[in-house]
C-alpha cells in the first residue's frame, strides 16, 4: 500500500487518512473535496492516475489542513510516528509540512523499529526536515530540484534561503558536483531524482542515467509539476519496480505530458496530469520493458 | 554500555532570536507561546550573543511569521539568525528566465511567472512549506502590483523567497512598462 502524507492549504479540514479518488478537478477522501492544486495534491493526483493506470490499489493519503502555521503539520506527524506500525505502509512518500527537525527524528526512529521497513520516499518540505535532521540516509529517493540539490550539498543549511551563494550560482552543468557533495556531507538519499533541464537519477552518488528530452522548459514556471514527479515514483514503486527505473520513467513521462499539453508558463498542473494516461499508453511498455493492460497487469 | 542516555532536547529548531536585554526576551516568550509557537528559552552560543545572554530557539522555517507578530506586538528583537554557526547569509540574489510573452523569476527555492504584456501572476511553483499552496491559489490571476504579499501573509522562509521574487517581478514589470 502506498501511502502519501502531507497537508493541503484548507485551513479546516482536519486530520484525515483514507482511499483517494480523482473526480475532474478534485480530489475525494473521506467525504472531502480537495482541489487539484500545487503541492500534495498534486502529487496524489499523479499518483492516483499512475495506479488506475497500471491497475493497482489506488493510494491512500493522510492529510491535515495547514496553510503556514503549523498545526495540521504537527498532528500529521505525530499521528505517523505513533500509528506508523499498524499502517504498515509498503511505501511511504512525505510530502509538504511545516519542516520540524523534532517530529522528523521521531517519525524516522518509529519506522526503524517497525519490522517491515517501508520504502522511503521524501520531497518538498519533508526533505528538507530529513536533511536537517541528519537523517537524509534513511530515505531511498529525494527528488529535488536544483536549488533544493545546492541545499542537500550545504552542510549548514536548514532550508533552502539559507544556502551558500555560491551554491545557489551554480549552473546546470555544476549538478554532478552537488551531487559528490550532498553524499559526503550525508545530505542525500540513496536515491536522487534531480528535476531540471537536464533530470539526473542518482544511486549512492553515482549518476546512473539522464533525461533531457523531450525538453519543454516551460514546466518550471508551473507549479505542481515537481509534485507530478514525485507522486509517479511513488506509485511505480508501489507497483515494485527499482527506485532508478521508477525514476527514469516518471522524468520521461512527465517531460511528454508537458509536451503533450502545448504548456506556457500559464498551464495549470491539472492539464499536464490529465494527460498522463495518454502518456503511459503510448510509452510505458517501452519505458519500462513490462507491458501492462489498462486497468491490470499483463 | 552506558547506564545513562544523553537526553536529546525535546526541540530543535534551527534559529535564534537575539535580545539586548533579559526582558526583551522574557516578552518574547510570552508572545510567541501565546501565539501557539513552539519555543524555548536557551543560551546563545558567544559567537551570537548580541548584549543579552538568553535567546529563544525557534523553527528558523518560521522566521517570517514569527518576526511579524514580535513586531505587531511591539515586542522588540535585535535579530533572527541561525543557530548553527557557519550558516550562510539568507539568500538575497534572484534568477529571471524569459519566456517571451513570461518572465519567471527566482528566489533561492522559489519561483514566481507573470504575463510582460498585463503583469498578471500566472503561476508561482517550488518550495514545500504548507503556506505555499495556499500563496499558489491566492495570487495567481492577480496583478503584481495588487496581489497579496507573501511576507504579509505567509510564514515560513519559503514565503519570504516568495516575496522576493514577487519584488523582482514587480521591479521588471515597472521597467518595462
Redesign the interface.
Known amino acids: 500500500m502506498l501511502l502519501i502524507a502531507g ?3 484548507i485551513p479546516d479540514l482536519p486530520l484525515t487518512i483514507g482511499k483517494v479518488s480523482l473526480n475532474h478537478a478534485f480530489l475525494e477522501i473521506e467525504g472531502h473535496r480537495i ?1 487539484c ?5 498534486a502529487m496524489i493526483s499523479a499518483a492516483a492516475v499512475t495506479t488506475n493506470y497500471l491497475g493497482i490499489d489506488p493510494p491512500q493519503a493522510l492529510l491535515a489542513g ?9 498532528e500529521l506527524y505525530e499521528y505517523l510516528i505513533k500509528n506508523i506500525a499498524e499502517i504498515c505502509p509498503q511505501t511511504l512518500a512525505l ?8 517530529l522528523m ?1 521521531r517519525l524516522c526512529e518509529a519506522v526503524t523499529q517497525y519490522a517491515q521497513r517501508p520504502v522511503m520516499i521524501a ?6 526536515a530529513a536533511k ?2 541528519y537523517k537524509a540516509q534513511e530515505f531511498d529517493i529525494f527528488t529535488p ?1 536544483a ?2 540539490m545546492a ?1 542537500l550539498a ?1 552542510p ?10 555560491h551554491l ?2 551554480t549552473e546546470a552543468s555544476d549538478i554532478p558536483e552537488l551531487i559528490k557533495a550532498a553524499y559526503i556531507n550525508k545530505g542525500s538519499a540513496k536515491h536522487l531524482l534531480i528535476k531540471g533541464a537536464l533530470d539526473y537519477i542518482v544511486r549512492d552518488g553515482e549518476i546512473l542515467e539522464t533525461v533531457s528530452q523531450p525538453d519543454v ?2 514546466l ?7 509534485d507530478t514527479i514525485t507522486g509517479m515514483v511513488a506509485a511505480f514503486m508501489d507497483a515494485e519496480l527499482e527506485p532508478h527505473e521508477a525514476c527514469i520513467i516518471a522524468a520521461k513521462a512527465n517531460r511528454a505530458a508537458g509536451q503533450y499539453a502545448s504548456t ?4 495549470s498542473v491539472r492539464q499536464v496530469i490529465e494527460h498522463l494516461p495518454h502518456i503511459f499508453k503510448e510509452n510505458l511498455c517501452q519505458w519500462s520493458g513490462v507491458c501492462y493492460i489498462e486497468g491490470g497487469k499483463q | 554500555m552506558p547506564l545513562f542516555k544523553r537526553k536529546q532536547p525535546s526541540f530543535e529548531g534551527g534559529g535564534l532570536v537575539l535580545f539586548m536585554d533579559v526582558g526583551e526576551a522574557m516578552r518574547a516568550e510570552k508572545v510567541l507561546k501565546k501565539a501557539g509557537y513552539t519555543i524555548r528559552l536557551v543560551a546563545p552560543p558567544p559567537e551570537l550573543r548580541k548584549g543579552c545572554d538568553l535567546a529563544v530557539e525557534i523553527n528558523l522555517v518560521e522566521q517570517p511569521g514569527i518576526e511579524r507578530l514580535l513586531n505587531e506586538k511591539d515586542a522588540p528583537y535585535v535579530q533572527v539568525a541561525p543557530s548553527k554557526l557557519g550558516t550562510a547569509e539568507i539568500l538575497e540574489i534572484v534568477k529571471v528566465t524569459d519566456f517571451g510573452d513570461w518572465v519567471m523569476v527566482k528566489a533561492a527555492n522559489m519561483k514566481l511567472s507573470f504575463e510582460k504584456k498585463t503583469g498578471l501572476i500566472v503561476n508561482t511553483s517550488g518550495g514545500g512549506c504548507p503556506d505555499i499552496p495556499y500563496l499558489h491559489a491566492e495570487m495567481i490571476g492577480k496583478k503584481l502590483d495588487e496581489a497579496p504579499r507573501p511576507k504579509d501573509v505567509g510564514f515560513t522562509l519559503c514565503a519570504l523567497m516568495l516575496d522576493r521574487a514577487l519584488d523582482e517581478a514587480i521591479t521588471i514589470w515597472q521597467g518595462e512598462n
Open positions: 497537508t493541503v492549504p482541489p492544486t500545487q503541492g500534495t495534491a495547514d496553510t503556514g502555521k503549523g498545526k495540521g503539520s504537527h510530502h509538504y509540512c511545516l519542516p520540524d527537525i523534532g527524528r520531497d518538498a518540505a519533508s526533505m528538507y536537517a535532521a530540484d536549488s533544493e541545499f550545504d549548514e543549511a536548514t532550508h533552502p534561503a539559507y544556502i551558500a551563494r545557489f550560482n522548459p516551460q518550471e514556471a508551473i507549479g505542481g509539476t515537481g506556457t508558463p500559464a498551464t
